[in-house]
């Protein structure tokens, strides 16, 4: 059998499989099957092959098909791979809102390093203890009132002062005031305010160039009308008024080295100050004012304090903290 | 998207509607569209590309390529036979690049498998035998029955699968694959007699 008989033939068994022979196919089918009976089961074959191919099987399809076309399509919006105009609004919010979110990011996180070293750097450190501005001190107060807000640390600072000198000569007084102050080697921690009435000097040093100052002040005493000190140390909170102050009480005060202490002499001070004045304002026993040198009797220095006289000035020992103390020049009416 | 929610409404539209609801940006119509054909073109691909893994990816690369250049789709053939013309280009491209790599036929050649076969061809031999859908209902010779078909050369392989398995019409074949409808008929007859030979040598 030839090339060409055995396409026809396999042509023909294929209609005849398809059910779709025409008359010529099925004469010629008859007259093959004569000459070669193994056709026919070729034929039967074929037509067994056909139907077993059509009975397979179907196979379900994964379940999550639809389900990652879904997440397909939707990656591919997001990438703005998406070709349609389905969704493709919807593509643009999602990659608007990742872009958004991607230069929020990138410009946030930058900002928030920047802000926690920034903070780092600032902040002040723990181990020394609860940041007070020093404005808020009484020495810095510039209204001259006592303030209420508590003043440094009263271990390390227990006297923070301010002393007004009320005086009918405020130049006079002023310039005095400055060239002590310059000659005690303070004008470099001074900071004088200057107003049409009041002159306020402000002062940072260790107790003993405070001690040493308002020694050399004593001689203003006499020319001022009214001299006050408020002072406040340690936990105490409210100032103290101390009226008539004397310049040894200010020593004494500026050299305690304990704030309820200093507070305790404070209010000592204030009382007997205020008491010694109406004793004595009019006293006929003593018109000549022998009892003490200003007409006013030794004060009984309190007995917490321990000790009768100020402590000596050393001025080359061993360094101490700084205390304030602001002088205010006022003016008075004669 | 919410492509699984409440399918039976659109299952009954036929395929140009569903078509043009995909194409207002009806999301719920493209997910009725694949439950519809997902089964159909998972298995074409599967006796064409005899791998299930394989098959799984092209199925989804196909619903994927069709879905979004459904814009594009004119309705001058059938989506039936648009969808299946993706199906089919996307697995024989996917099948070439396979063979040219890898260079392995798909030929199961362990003890149990020749068993199967030769029972298979015994079967097939005579006329009188069972029943051939009782026979593809038996696991294991349905699988005998894809792995021949998988050693058939690729572009009888198609035709053979289109035309036995999915029972697609000459036309709907010539069109899914760009031919004369003559080339599919004669490729088919190839295609039937080479299966047959392949049956018959196991016996030999």
């Known amino acids: 059998m030839n090339e060409t008989p055995k396409h026809e033939i396999e042509e023909l068994l294929n209609a005849l499989v398809e059910e779709e022979p025409n008359e010529r196919q099925k004469t010629e089918f008859k007259r093959l099957i004569q000459h070669d009976p193994s056709l026919a089961d070729q034929l039967a074959s074929l037509r067994q092959q056909?139907?077993?191919?059509?009975?397979?099987?179907?196979?379900?399809?994964?379940?999550?098909?639809?389900?990652?076309?879904?997440?397909?399509?939707?990656?591919?919006?997001?990438?703005?791979?998406?070709?349609?105009?389905?969704?493709?609004?919807?593509?643009?919010?999602?990659?608007?809102?990742?872009?958004?979110?991607?230069?929020?990011?990138?410009?946030?996180?930058?900002?928030?390093?920047?802000?926690?070293?920034?903070?780092?750097?600032?902040?002040?450190?723990?181990?020394?203890?609860?940041?007070?501005?020093?404005?808020?001190?009484?020495?810095?107060?510039?209204?001259?009132?006592?303030?209420?807000?508590?003043?440094?640390?009263?271990?390390?600072?227990?006297?923070?002062?301010?002393?007004?000198?009320?005086?009918?000569?405020?130049?006079?007084?002023?310039?005095?005031?400055?060239?002590?102050?310059?000659?005690?080697?303070?004008?470099?921690?001074?900071?004088?305010?200057?107003?049409?009435?009041?002159?306020?000097?402000?002062?940072?040093?260790?107790?003993?160039?405070?001690?040493?100052?308002?020694?050399?002040?004593?001689?203003?005493?006499?020319?001022?009308?009214?001299?006050?000190?408020?002072?406040?140390?340690?936990?105490?909170?409210?100032?103290?008024?101390?009226?008539?102050?004397?310049?040894?009480?200010?020593?004494?005060?500026?050299?305690?080295?304990?704030?309820?202490?200093?507070?305790?002499?404070?209010?000592?001070?204030?009382?007997?100050?205020?008491?010694?004045?109406?004793?004595?304002?009019?006293?006929?026993?003593?018109?000549?004012?022998?009892?003490?040198?200003?007409?006013?009797?030794?004060?009984?220095?309190?007995?917490?304090?321990?000790?009768?006289?100020?402590?000596?000035?050393?001025?080359?020992?061993?360094?101490?903290?700084?205390?304030?103390?602001?002088?205010?020049?006022?003016?008075?009416?004669? | 998207m919410a492509f699984f929610n409440n399918h039976s409404d659109n299952l009954s539209l036929d395929d140009t509607a569903l078509v043009r609801q995909c194409q207002r940006g009806n999301s719920e119509a493209m997910g009725c569209l694949i439950v519809k054909y997902q089964d159909r073109v998972y298995n074409t691909i599967l006796k064409i590309c005899q791998n299930r893994d394989d098959a799984a990816e092209l199925t989804q690369d196909t619903f994927v390529k069709v879905l979004e250049s459904i814009q594009t789709f004119g309705g001058r053939s059938s989506f039936y036979t648009w969808l299946f013309r993706v199906a089919v280009n996307l697995t024989l491209n996917y099948c070439r690049r396979r063979f040219k790599l890898s260079g392995v036929s798909l030929d199961a050649a362990d003890e149990r498998l020749e068993k199967d076969k030769e029972r298979l061809a015994l079967l097939l031999a005579d006329p009188n035998g069972p029943d051939p859908a009782a026979i593809a209902q038996q696991r294991e010779l349905a699988q005998i029955v894809a792995g021949l078909i998988g050693q058939l050369p690729q572009d009888y392989r198609v035709v053979l699968v289109l035309r036995d398995i999915e029972q697609m019409s000459y036309a709907h074949i010539a069109e899914v694959l760009d031919l004369e409808a003559g080339t599919v008929k004669s490729r088919l007859n190839r295609a039937r007699t080479m299966l047959r030979e392949l049956v018959e040598t196991v016996l030999t």
């Not at chain 1, 099987?57 to 997440?71: I, N, T, W």
């Not at chain 1, 009226?243 to 007997?272: C, F, H, M």
């Open chain 1, 50 to 334: 056909k139907q077993l191919l059509n009975a397979l099987p179907v196979e379900a399809a994964p379940a999550s098909l639809a389900e990652d076309v879904r997440a397909a399509l939707e990656r591919k919006m997001i990438l703005g791979d998406y070709q349609g105009t389905t969704g493709r609004i919807v593509a643009a919010g999602h990659l608007f809102m990742r872009r958004a979110l991607t230069v929020a990011a990138m410009l946030l996180l930058p900002l928030g390093l920047l802000a926690v070293v920034v903070f780092d750097v600032l902040k002040p450190p723990s181990e020394q203890g609860d940041y007070v501005p020093a404005r808020k001190t009484l020495a810095r107060d510039d209204a001259g009132q006592p303030q209420t807000p508590p003043m440094a640390p009263a271990e390390v600072f227990p006297f923070d002062g301010i002393l007004v000198l009320k005086t009918v000569q405020p130049i006079a007084v002023s310039n005095s005031v400055e060239k002590m102050i310059f000659d005690q080697g303070l004008i470099n921690v001074m900071l004088p305010n200057r107003t049409a009435e009041d002159t306020s000097y402000q002062i940072t040093a260790p107790p003993e160039k405070i001690v040493a100052l308002i020694d050399s002040l004593e001689t203003l005493w006499p020319d001022c009308g009214e001299v006050t000190l408020s002072v406040r140390g340690g936990s105490q909170e409210q100032a103290i008024d101390i009226p008539k102050v004397q310049p040894d009480q200010i020593t004494t005060l500026a050299q305690e080295n304990s704030g309820e202490l200093l507070s305790r002499l404070a209010k000592r001070y204030a009382s007997a100050n205020l008491e010694k004045e109406k004793m004595f304002a009019h006293t006929p026993d003593d018109p000549a004012g022998e009892l003490t040198g200003q007409g006013y009797p030794p004060l009984n220095v309190p007995i917490l304090t321990g000790r009768v006289e100020p402590a000596p000035i050393t001025p080359n020992g061993p360094a101490q903290p700084s205390i304030r103390l602001r002088i205010d020049v006022k003016r008075t009416v004669d």
